[in-house]
């Protein structure tokens, strides 16, 4: 579904992401880890196309992404911080995106529901929590069913309820056979959904493993402990099989 | 003027006993009436074209148009030339006179003449309109006066008057000559309620011609305005000098004029309002200047002038002037840019007015700083000159600055 | 495209900066215009106004709105939309929002109070003014990453139009004053958006002034309606130039 080959982009001195090669397909669940600044943000923005690479090339489903701009039809994208525009209210953001992509029609609105958002509809963006704005953020990753999920650490800030929400929302979507890419240090959240981890360090990718084989290569049972482990040990090489 | 209505009934009352002459259009047939004619006459000349020129009336005529009767003079000489007292020519349209340099062509010439009357005709396309040539107590009225002459060298004026006394010019239109009205050793004169615009040079043009009265006048979209020169005693009032635009164009032109009156009157939209250059004694009182670049320009040269009672309003400038010596006098005037107080509330504004702005004198000094007027920057210089007065000419200056416009 | 203007304008109606900025433009027009009898006067007081308020708050207003929006710009930005169109979009939004405050806060009562060409030049002016000073703030926020060096920016060059440039002119005007040098300062004129938008008024209130000066250019400049159509085309420039620059500049930008 995403194939990266030899992904490269740096500001002035500081490579932020150093020849990845990457592929992801359908039904996978990617957790994509890292300390901070290691590139991950860097990685997925290149694929939103909001970070434009040095070199390198994305392709998804098979078209290359560099000039295209409708590809984004088939992401939902969370990001790490929602802000929006003040004065607006939620149910204006969601009626304007809904105008925005007119190209949809089937919309995915159990999100929405589950959240209870028609509630607060006409509350501003201003009046709103960090917890709410990023619930709002969830539902319109989700509100066009695209094919690829894209979320920046999705579930900071928000309550363990919706928090909880969220993560079976995500494993049905996956379950689906869409592609998820998530980012996350905290790490413990998605044991129950991840199916591989991309671990990148210094804008390098480190490994790209499933959840069993890493399980199966550290013999610890919870993913943090896993990545824990690899830390400690600093014996990644072997494990990568890109 | 009385004697001059006196006269005009007298002559209608000698006519009607007289015979009335009928004219139509034959070759020759005005010609060959005024040689029938004897004084007293009335020519009554019909509807028609009529190929004539030089026709000259030296009897005591009274020559009347019907419905305007066209004489043509074929662009090369001149239609009527009066030269009797007390002739009277009317309702007739005399067009396309003759040009040349040696002589000055006029559609109708009154030479040394008395109480000639002129009224009521259409002089269309003349180098001259009306030529009065040491004329006395002539009327000339109602005439309308146009032509095409674009170039100042070739064209002539519409009411041209040399070396005449007790001239009434009323009621005239006058347009596209080179100067509208022509004085020059004109005196005891009334011009009054005409209007003259869009001429190639002067709407009125005034030289060594005395005690002279103007009023009601319009004078508008001139190439240079009204020229008033090296006259004296001259009294306007009550006359509209409007919109006439350009380098070297005034409302009004004063130079070497002294004991005069300039009352009433309104300077609008002029590059300058009134330009003054060595005049004595003139009073500019109660007039609006308004919308002008500069209302007035005060030569150096000028003194004993007062200029009171004026309301200026809008004008770019106010007052410009060229040295530092001020030898006339600015009071209760209105300023609409004086922003000062007035505590006592006697409508008189407690601190003076400088009518001269530090911009006006920098302009003058670098035309190109022009294109900076009215920033911001231009602003703060005023306000600092305001207070600490370095370039302006600080006698210049109103002690006693209205609150409110005057009544005029 | 015309989605995200219709909401960011839904955004900015109610944005207090906005309201605060007209409720104060409208506060100075009514009583410039009302309390003198004397309108060609207070039409130069809103000149001043307008020559000063409107670049510097238009500038930094639309400024701080677009560093403001990053992030939404970016959420935006992952939907299926040209960034070209995103970028246009939001500024078609501030400067129609701002526009509209003008327009409100000066236009109406100054069609009120003294209705005639000279007005409507000055509404014209302010207008353009809004629209290049908006365009200005976006190519800051192109250029820019960081927010504070951003409105640091902003400011430089709003103070640089409004008074600097200014002075550098008359300094130079005074140096050289014994050149011909009206058609350099036709030139120069140009680079300054504000002092283009006073020329414009200045052509319909002072032309008899100008009239008066002998340079043959100026007067040909000054006199007659290219005075106005070159202002004009020149203020176009500077809302399309500064425009294209910054969608262009956009289009390599990371966010």
């Known amino acids: 579904m995403i194939t990266i080959e030899h992904l490269t ?83 204006q953001v969601i009626k304007m995106l809904k105008e925005i992509r007119k190209d949809c029609t089937r919309f995915d609105e159990e999100l929405i529901e589950l959240y209870n958002i028609p509630a607060y509809q006409n509350k501003t963006m201003r009046s709103l929590s960090g917890g709410t704005r ?83 290569l550290t013999g610890e049972d919870k993913l943090n402990k896993v990545i824990a482990s690899i830390m400690k040990n600093e014996q990644p090489k072997k494990l990568i099989t890109v | 003027m009385k004697n001059i209505i006196a006269i005009i009934f007298l002559g209608w009352a000698i006519s009607a006993k007289a015979e009335v002459i009928k004219v139509v259009a034959t070759p020759n047939g005005i010609h060959n009436a005024v040689r029938k004619a004897h004084n007293g006459d009335t020519l009554l000349i019909k509807k028609g074209f009529y190929k004539e020129h030089d026709i000259t009336i030296d009897k005591r005529l009274t020559v009347i148009g019907e419905n305007f009767p066209v004489i043509d003079a074929s662009n090369k000489y001149q239609a009527l030339i009066v030269t009797a007292d007390s002739a009277v020519i009317q309702g007739i349209q005399v067009q396309n006179i003759g040009n040349t340099s040696i002589i000055d062509m006029a559609g109708i010439r009154i ?79 009334h011009i009054i309620s005409n209007r003259s615009y869009e001429n190639v040079r002067y709407g009125l043009h005034f030289m060594f011609s005395h005690s002279d009265t103007y009023t009601q006048n319009i004078f508008k979209d001139n190439g240079a305005g009204v020229a008033v ?37 309104n300077f609008i939209r002029n590059t300058v309002g009134i330009h003054m250059e060595s005049t004595t004694h003139v009073d500019v009182k109660q007039n609006l200047f308004q919308d002008n670049g500069w209302a007035m320009r005060v030569q150096a040269s000028c003194s004993g002038s007062n200029v009171i009672g004026n309301n200026f309003i809008g004008n770019s400038f106010d007052v410009a002037t060229n040295g530092n010596m001020v030898m006339n006098v600015f009071d209760h005037n209105y300023w609409d840019k004086y922003d000062g107080y007035d505590l006592n509330k006697n409508n008189i504004g407690d601190v003076p007015y400088y009518p001269v702005s530090v911009y ?22 005023e306000q600092v000159e305001k207070v600490l007065p370095t370039l302006i000419p600080d006698k210049l200056r109103d002690d006693y600055p209205l609150m409110k416009k005057a009544k005029l | ?178 050149y011909p040098i009206d058609q350099p300062l036709l030139g120069l004129i140009s680079l300054n958006p504000v002092d283009l938008a006073r020329i414009l008024v200045l052509l319909k209130l002072d032309v008899a002034v100008m009239m ?38 956009f289009k390599r930008k990371d966010l």
């Open chain 1, 9 to 91: 982009k740096s500001y002035r001195k500081f490579k932020a992401l150093d020849n990845i090669n990457l592929s992801f397909e359908r039904g996978q669940a990617i957790s994509l880890l890292g300390p901070n600044g290691s590139g991950k943000t860097t990685l997925i923005k290149s694929i939103l196309g909001l970070v434009i690479p040095e070199s390198g090339t994305i392709k998804i489903g098979g078209k290359e992404i560099k000039k295209d701009w409708a590809y984004r039809s088939q992401i939902g994208y969370m990001p790490q911080i929602g802000r929006y525009p003040e004065n607006m209210t939620i149910g």
């Open chain 2, 111 to 189: 030479v040394n003449a008395k109480a000639v009357v002129i009224k009521n005709n259409k002089l269309i396309d003349n180098t001259f309109g009306v030529y009065l040539q040491n004329a006395t107590r002539c009327y000339v009225a109602n005439n309308t006066i146009h032509s095409n002459h674009k170039d100042e060298l070739n064209g002539g004026n519409g009411i041209h008057a040399w070396h005449c006394d007790d001239l009434l010019i009323q009621d005239n239109d006058i347009s596209g000559h080179r100067d509208g009205i022509y004085f020059e050793f004109v005196t005891n004169s």
């Open chain 3, 1 to 178: 495209m015309r989605t995200i203007i219709k909401y960011v304008l839904l955004d900015l109606i109610k944005n207090k900066t906005v309201l605060v900025y007209t409720f104060i433009l409208a506060a100075l027009s009514v009583s410039v215009l009302a309390t003198g009898s004397n309108t060609s006067k207070g039409l130069l007081s809103l000149l001043n106004i307008t020559l000063l308020f409107v670049p510097i708050i238009s500038m930094l207003f639309a400024t701080i709105y677009f560093f403001n929006s990053v992030e939404f710009i970016e959420l935006l930005l992952a939907q299926p939309i040209k960034r070209k169109t995103m970028l246009l979009a939001e500024y078609s939004g501030v400067a129609f929002a701002l526009s509209i405050a003008y327009l409100i806060g000066v236009g109406i009562p100054v069609c009120l109070f003294s209705y005639d060409l000279a007005s409507l030049t000055l509404i014209l002016s302010g207008l353009f003014l809004t629209l290049i000073f908006s365009a200005l703030a976006l190519v800051i926020f192109v250029l820019f990453k960081d927010k504070t060096k951003g409105i640091g920016a902003a400011i430089i060059t709003a103070l640089f139009f409004t008074l600097l440039f200014d002075g550098l002119l008359l300094s130079f005007i005074f140096s050289f004053s014994d």
């Open chain 1, 134 to 216: 990023q619930k709002v953020s969830a539902c319109l990753a989700f509100l066009f069913s695209p094919e690829v999920f894209i979320m920046d650490e999705p579930t900071a800030g928000l309550d363990p309820v919706a928090s909880e929400i969220l993560k079976e929302k995500i494993a049905k979507e996956c379950a689906n056979g869409k592609l998820i890419l998530i980012t996350s240090h905290v790490l413990s959240d998605l044991d129950e959904i991840a199916s591989h981890v991309v671990y990148l360090q210094d804008g390098k990718l480190k490994f790209y493993n499933t959840i069993d084989e890493l399980k199966f």
């Open chain 2, 229 to 265: 020169m090296y006259s004296k005693h001259v009294v306007m009032y009550n006359n509209s000098f409007l919109h006439n635009w350009g380098d070297a164009s005034y409302g009004l032109l004063l130079k070497e004029i002294s004991d005069s009156r300039i009352e009433h009157n």
């Open chain 2, 360 to 381: 006006s004198v920098i302009t003058e000094k670098i035309p190109s700083t022009m294109i900076l007027y009215r920033s911001l920057l231009t602003d703060v210089m």
């Open chain 3, 212 to 249: 008066g000066y002998s340079g043959a250019l100026f007067k040909k400049f000054m006199g007659s309606a290219t005075g106005s159509i070159y202002t004009i085309f020149c203020m176009s420039f500077w809302v399309i130039i500064p425009l294209l620059m910054s969608a262009k500049v």
